[in-house]
């Protein structure tokens, strides 16, 4: 038996969750079975929370888009019990059960072992969006960012993908520009390093000119939409932008002109479709470079019951950092 947060829809098509036992046939098929201790609250899983969002292929369903365990039985010899390991994105808890229950079942190419360095709590106050932040990191250093080409833009830094950019860039030594929309969250980005706050009105407006003053060295965008654009116009000759969100929109209000003019280069990062030797670069240099005590700064513990309201949280953009999920709790 395990315990899972089952969502199910009633008549009406309304997504109902309720903490249940359920035996283990009803887990899929085949593959790496793994006892979850924790897993996260990403944007996705609110949505999967609630009516689905588009995102949820058949129901009932076990939401919940990355975890960290300890593995308990498998079919594949790269695995053996007792191994330590994260898994991130995949689709998993969208076309698969998730991490929300206390025991997965997965594909045993779509995770990875854990470095030494990380317990599975800290994977998890890292967990879908803080690899998300480091492809984006390793991405611009892959295009040439150094620390002192100067201050690297962080937009929605407040957010998991934002606050764990922060942390990541500001204790490799980049001076750290983080854009919020709230006040009370500038206490909160400093302490992971922010050495300048930026305020979202700041960067709201719609597009004037293509190209503004040369301002950031590169840019994690975890927005898109016209924030996106309007940065595209400020950064410096040659630089990138990491975009890795869309919570501005879909729709880019931009010209060509930053790209031809500036040869601004706009990188973007799907942590879904990356490939696993690219994986297991993210998940060693995390456990080497994020200072672990500023992961406490971010964590908002929470339990299985819990994330029903927090779903609806998340989606009114009422979270901040990183909700680590004790799913035994």
Same mark, same amino acid.
């Given at each position: 038996?395990?315990?899972?947060?089952?969502?199910?829809?009633?008549?009406?098509?309304?997504?109902?969750?309720?903490?249940?036992?359920?035996?283990?046939?009803?887990?899929?098929?085949?593959?790496?079975?793994?006892?979850?201790?924790?897993?996260?609250?990403?944007?996705?899983?609110?949505?999967?929370?609630?009516?689905?969002?588009?995102?949820?292929?058949?129901?009932?369903?076990?939401?919940?888009?990355?975890?960290?365990?300890?593995?308990?039985?498998?079919?594949?010899?790269?695995?053996?019990?007792?191994?330590?390991?994260?898994?991130?994105?995949?689709?998993?808890?969208?076309?698969?059960?998730?991490?929300?229950?206390?025991?997965?079942?997965?594909?045993?190419?779509?995770?990875?072992? %854990?470095?030494?360095?990380?317990?599975?709590?800290?994977?998890? *106050? #890292? @967990?879908? &969006? =803080?690899? /998300? $932040?480091?492809? !984006?990191?390793?991405?611009?250093?892959?295009?040439?960012?150094?620390?002192?080409?100067?201050?690297?833009?962080?937009?929605?830094?407040?957010?998991?993908?934002?606050?764990?950019?922060?942390?990541?860039?500001?204790?490799?030594?980049?001076?750290?520009?983080?854009?919020?929309?709230?006040?009370?969250?500038?206490?909160?980005?400093?302490?992971?390093?922010?050495?300048?706050?930026?305020?979202?009105?700041?960067?709201?407006?719609?597009?004037?000119?293509?190209?503004?003053?040369?301002?950031?060295?590169?840019?994690?965008?975890?927005?898109?939409?016209?924030?996106?654009?309007?940065? %595209?116009?400020?950064?410096?000759?040659?630089?990138?932008?990491? *975009? #890795? @969100?869309? &919570? =501005?929109? /879909? $729709?880019?209000? !931009?010209?060509?002109?930053?790209?031809?003019?500036?040869?601004?280069?706009?990188?973007?990062?799907?942590?879904?479709?990356?490939?696993?030797?690219?994986?297991?670069?993210?998940?060693?240099?995390?456990?080497?470079?994020?200072?672990?005590?500023?992961?406490?700064?971010?964590?908002?513990?929470?339990?299985?019951?819990?994330?029903?309201?927090?779903?609806?949280?998340?989606?009114?953009?009422?979270?901040?950092?990183?909700?680590?999920?004790?799913?035994?709790?």
């Amino acid at each position: 038996m395990f315990r899972a947060l089952l969502v199910e829809k009633d008549a009406e098509g309304v997504a109902h969750a309720s903490l249940q036992d359920l035996p283990d046939d009803r887990l899929p098929e085949g593959g790496v079975t793994v006892a979850v201790e924790y897993s996260t609250l990403n944007y996705k899983d609110g949505l999967c929370l609630g009516a689905g969002g588009g995102l949820v292929k058949s129901w009932p369903h076990v939401p919940g888009i990355d975890f960290a365990g300890v593995v308990e039985s498998s079919d594949d010899a790269r695995f053996a019990p007792g191994d330590r390991v994260v898994l991130t994105c995949w689709r998993v808890g969208e076309t698969r059960w998730g991490g929300y229950a206390t025991k997965a079942r997965v594909k045993a190419d779509w995770l990875v072992k %854990l470095p030494e360095a990380l317990s599975t709590r800290a994977a998890m *106050a #890292v @967990g879908t &969006a =803080g690899f /998300t $932040a480091m492809l !984006a990191v390793l991405a611009l250093e892959d295009h040439g960012l150094a620390p002192d080409q100067g201050e690297v833009l962080v937009t929605g830094a407040a957010g998991g993908v934002g606050s764990v950019a922060t942390a990541l860039l500001a204790s490799r030594g980049y001076e750290v520009a983080a854009v919020t929309g709230r006040p009370e969250t500038e206490a909160y980005l400093r302490d992971l390093g922010a050495a300048r706050i930026v305020p979202r009105a700041d960067l709201a407006e719609t597009v004037k000119r293509p190209l503004e003053s040369e301002t950031w060295a590169g840019c994690v965008d975890a927005v898109g939409g016209a924030m996106l654009a309007r940065v %595209l116009g400020q950064m410096k000759y040659g630089a990138s932008v990491a *975009a #890795v @969100g869309l &919570a =501005g929109g /879909t $729709a880019l209000p !931009a010209s060509v002109v930053p790209f031809i003019l500036r040869g601004v280069n706009l990188l973007g990062i799907d942590s879904v479709m990356k490939p696993m030797p690219g994986r297991v670069r993210a998940w060693e240099r995390i456990a080497r470079d994020l200072p672990l005590d500023r992961l406490e700064t971010m964590i908002r513990p929470a339990t299985l019951a819990e994330l029903p309201a927090l779903g609806a949280a998340i989606l009114k953009g009422e979270v901040q950092g990183r909700v680590v999920v004790d799913v035994r709790a």
